[in-house]
């Protein structure tokens, strides 16, 4: 198959690079514009005669036909910077990417075959004042505020494609991420794994924003993977499904886990806390076990370790 992967240097992206370049014989397109992702998550494979990289830009319209005349078979839009700190800071390009990027890739797909995977996310559901979230619930989006960028972006996404889907019959599928973590995130990242990981193995101090009592579930990429890729190579499904774990813990729980299992010093810090952070977020998974046969199956501990082994082998 001929496969797109937007976004295909960041995290998720380059994880299904690897996925798949290593398990078919796809021949898989990479298009990124390098802001938040990384050329050296894709280095291993940039030679591979099925491999190509584009440095471009989805929310440029001129994406539309560039995209069109490669005739792919599938699409995975991973394209849009995820992490807080990112977001926060490139507020107006996170929203050109959730919104002009999404519509741009729409078009290039109207009238053809194309099918399209993307990546929503757990923010669509803000603050939630439901607990777990599950996919007919609306949100609690606050939608003038620091994080509106990207969960009014994501949510806008989302409504899109609905009309996208509705007016011009497209097949495009919807995973709505939640927390995961795994090799190939940036140390940088400042996300929550990555940061209180690297923190511990630098003898740094872990940064706990706020109480450290929000509460997260945590699904390791290959988890995450897995969901995705059976959402795109099973039957058509029209409405977003949840993708995370039901193991939920707070922020100060991780931090204690890091710090035991890495047998650090590090003091814990409480500062300052992140402006509308979700306080409690964890997925209900019951439609993605029900239509996709899929359950999580890396528990914590196996997933925390792969990622320290990652971390450590990059400080050598
Ligand atoms: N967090 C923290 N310290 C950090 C990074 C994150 O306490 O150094 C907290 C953050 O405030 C949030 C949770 O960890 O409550 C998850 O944050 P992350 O940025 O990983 O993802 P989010 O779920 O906010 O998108």
Redesign the pocket.
Known sequence: MRILITGGCGFIGSNLVEKLHNETDDEIFIIDNLSTGKMENIQEYIDSSRVKFIKDDIRDSSIINKIRKQKFDVIYNFACPA???YYLKNSIETWECSVLGVRNLLESIKGTKTKLFHSSTS?VYGDATIHPQSEDYWGNVNPYGVRACYDEGKRAAEALIFNYIDSYQLDVRIGRIF?TYGPKMNEQD????S??VNQALNNNDI????T?E?R?SFCFITDTLDAILLMMNGKKITSPINVGTTYELS?LEVAEIVKRVLNSNSPIVFCE??QD??QK?RPNIEKAEKILNWKPKVTFEEGLSKTIEYYKSRMM
């Open positions: 992490s807080p700190k923010e927390n400042g996300r929550i794994i940061n209180f940064t706990v924003y706020g450290g929000q997260r922020v806390s992140m952070d979700p977020r």
